[in-house]
């Protein structure tokens, strides 16, 4: 059983998807940029995050949040989707809102 890591930059709004290739706990943690104003102050993102498993939702971030760290129990070719979705105009302009994604076996 070899170590499985995948790291990802996705920027916007949309889906990232990764296909388990070994049964295992995958943690998921993803790192999130925010739009800003030009005075560096924080504009209110209503980008909500959501971690399929399979299609069925897992973990649900609160609006805004900048970053998450879950665990999800996959069988082999399980799919874990990465849905970036928001309302707020100021989050779908093109790649104001920029994520790292790791996805990695364990915990």
Do not use: R
């Not at 995958?26 to 498993?53: C, F, M």
């Amino acid at each position: 059983m070899a170590d499985v890591y995948k790291s990802i930059v996705f920027g916007g709004l949309g889906t990232v998807s990764f296909t388990a290739p070994e049964a295992n706990n995958y943690a998921v943690d993803v790192k999130i940029s925010l739009p800003t104003i030009t005075s560096g102050a924080a504009i209110d993102s209503l980008l909500v995050v959501t971690v399929n498993l399979n299609g069925t939702p897992w973990f649900t971030t609160e609006a805004g949040q900048q970053g998450f760290h879950t665990s999800v129990l996959c069988a082999v070719n399980d799919v874990i989707t990465i849905v970036f979705a928001s309302s707020n105009p100021a989050d779908n302009s093109l790649n104001v809102i920029k994520s790292t994604i790791a996805i990695s076996e364990g915990v």
